[in-house]
């Protein structure tokens, strides 16, 4: 138990015991993240490279499209690390002008300009013996960049006005929805900054690419919005509703997954999140799904891994009732499983 497990199984073994057991856990990811939903494969990679992250106090480049969970990773890094018990600063790069860049970031000394009437910690001073999470470094402008390299090569700043180099012991983090590479190539990005901060590299994934998620992250948002109805109980969504959500290819994200479930909760006028309690363009998009243009074999890899993942959904994950309902072995379909990663 102190290694891990979550449960064990005592001698003689009964059936109905270890049947309680596996549905108690079957859903249940190998590596899971307080904070973070998924039992995909996918994400299951992401978990352990979390994992990995945290047990160093190398910096960190966490990548993936806006809306894909960046922050939430920080902070489980963070979270599981040494550095827990101390700062978590979030910069929003985009969001501070190169007027306030030194400002906010080093401080300054009481007299440093007119109006500095005391002395302010910077940041980056804040986050000693933390982590410095920068969101969306990618859209940083070139005096950003250079500001910061300093500090991440040598962990050491000087305050507007201040005499002293002041030391830091800080842990860097930077997301990004940008290809960094590519900018550093067309001269926008600075290559030593990336190499610095590309220590560790964590991609996530989009939620069209996770999609056997969608189902918990559903009920996860279900549990935290339902209270906000005070006139009636929220306790889940039809077959047909998530069908319909299952359809969607969310270029919001998990972002967007979750702006729709609060919304649904706010209009149903039932204990369960229907089809009509969806946006239009959700059903929309439901009702006129087609195959894209494109290689044939992709297009029937989908079809059959989405064929699959209905089937286990409406069996509850049980591989034999699956198959049977498929009109396969159950041997073909494990194979299946393990061609097309769902887990089970």
């Known amino acids: 138990m102190k290694l891990g497990a979550t449960d064990f199984l005592e001698k003689p073994l009964k059936n ?39 047990l160093t106090d190398s910096n960190v480049l966490i990548t993936g499209e806006s809306g894909t969970g ?47 009437t005391y002395t302010k910690k910077g940041l980056i001073e804040w986050a000693h013996k933390g982590t410095l999470f920068f969101n969306e470094i990618g859209d940083v402008s070139p005096l950003f960049q250079t500001k910061i390299l300093r500090v991440i090569q040598e962990g050491e700043f000087i305050k507007i006005g201040g005499a002293q180099p002041i030391k830091v012991n800080v842990r860097f983090i930077a997301a990004t929805n940008k290809d960094l590479i590519k900018a550093c190539k067309e001269g926008s990005f600075r290559e030593d900054l990336f190499y610095r901060l590309n220590v560790i590299q964590i991609e996530l994934p989009p939620l069209r690419n996770r999609k056997e998620d969608i189902p918990s992250l559903v009920k996860f948002f279900i549990n935290k919005h339902s209270s906000k109805r005070k006139d009636i109980h929220i306790r889940g969504i039809t077959e047909e509703a998530l069908d319909a ?100």
Not at 24 to 31: A, E, H, L, Q, R
Not at 70 to 99: G, Q, W
């Open 16 to 54: 109905e015991t270890v049947l309680e057991i596996f549905e108690k856990f079957k859903d249940k990811p190998k590596v899971e993240i307080p904070g973070l939903i998924g039992i995909s494969k996918i994400m299951e990679d992401v978990y352990c490279g979390i994992r990995k992250a945290a």
């Open 70 to 116: 960046t922050e939430l990773v920080a902070r489980a890094i963070h979270n599981l690390s040494d550095r827990k018990d101390n700062s978590f600063i979030v910069i929003n790069c985009s969001a501070i002008p190169d007027t306030l860049l030194e400002s906010e970031l080093f401080g300054f000394e009481k007299g440093a300009f007119t109006g500095a």
């Open 245 to 344: 959500l299952m359809n969607y290819s969310f270029p919001g994200h998990v972002r967007e997954l979750e702006n729709i479930i609060e919304r649904a909760i706010a209009f149903t006028n039932s204990s369960e999140i229907t089809v009509k309690d969806l946006p239009s363009y959700i059903i929309k998009s439901s009702h006129s799904k087609k195959i894209s243009h494109g290689n044939l074999k992709e297009a029937i890899n989908n079809f059959e891994k989405e064929l699959i993942w209905s089937a286990l959904q409406k069996t509850i994950g049980n591989i034999s009732k699956a198959a049977e309902l498929l009109g396969i072995h159950r041997q073909q379909l494990q194979r299946k499983l393990k061609q097309y990663k769902i887990a089970t």
